[in-house]
T-cell receptor, first 115, second 111 residues
Framework: DQQVKQNSPSLSVQEGRISILNCDYT??????FLWYKKYPAEGPTFLIS?????DKNEDGRFTVFLNKSAKHLSLHIVPSQPGDSAVYFC??????????????FGQGTILTVHP | DTGVSQNPRHKITKRGQNVTFRCDPI?????LYWYRQTLGQGPEFLTY????????KSRLLSDRFSAERPKGSFSTLEIQRTEQGDSAMYLC?????????FGPGTRLTVT
């Protein structure tokens, strides 16, 4: 069963506009969420995270929003740049439990930012 | 650069052969994870070490897979009697807390 889902396989955005990537989860034990960016032939790079005690976290151009009641999170990139073109993965974990921080990932969304 | 390193970056092997991959984590991180990623999917958890202790293994990790982390430093992942279904990217990550930092991965191709 897919506990973390990214339902949009791809997203195309114009440079300078906002990119919004979405993620849904089903496991109510998840309490810590992360976004990773991956370029071809490289490992995932950590971008930003959010704890379930918050509903928003910002870091520069990246903002993550968490809606616990809907079990939904989103990553906003403003303004989008061509260098942001990559695969974006949403991940979740039960930080407070006995899962030892293991991450459950979504399938990824390919973001393309056009100049 | 003191990030996570993995060797080799690519490995091509024939079905039935054994392979071993190495991961060198960020030195001050006591948590180390192995994941496997296939095309079009996100990484899937395989196993976790806290220092030298292997604390969790996924059911994806069959008896042909074994991992070690002697002295809580580098880690190795061995696959015995490889099968074509083992072809994937094997990723290692280390962590001081909940944010995991990944290496570049080892791409395994079993022919």
């Amino acid at each position: 069963d897919q506990q973390v889902k990214q339902n949009s396989p791809s997203l195309s955005v114009q440079e300078g506009r906002i990119s919004i990537l979405n993620c849904d989860y089903t496991n109510s034990m998840f309490d810590y969420f992360l976004w990773y960016k991956k370029y071809p032939a490289e490992g995932p790079t950590f971008l930003i995270s959010i704890s379930s005690i918050k509903d928003k976290n910002e870091d520069g151009r990246f903002t993550v929003f968490l809606n616990k009641s809907a079990k939904h999170l989103s990553l906003h990139i403003v303004p989008s740049q061509p260098g942001d073109s990559a695969v974006y993965f949403c991940a979740a974990t039960n930080a407070g439990g006995t899962s030892y921080g293991k991450l459950t990932f979504g399938q990824g969304t390919i973001l393309t930012v056009h100049p | 650069d003191t990030g996570v390193s993995q060797n080799p970056r690519h490995k091509i092997t024939k079905r039935g052969q054994n392979v071993t991959f190495r991961c060198d984590p960020i030195s001050e991180h006591n948590r180390l994870y192995w994941y496997r990623q296939t095309l079009g999917q996100g990484p899937e958890f395989l196993t976790y070490f806290q220092n030298e202790a292997q604390l969790e293994k996924s059911r994806l990790l069959s008896d042909r897979f074994s991992a070690e982390r002697p002295k809580g430093s580098f880690s190795t992942l061995e696959i015995q009697r490889t099968e074509q279904g083992d072809s994937a990217m094997y990723l290692c990550a280390s962590s001081p807390n909940y944010e995991q930092y990944f290496g570049p991965g080892t791409r395994l191709t079993v022919t």
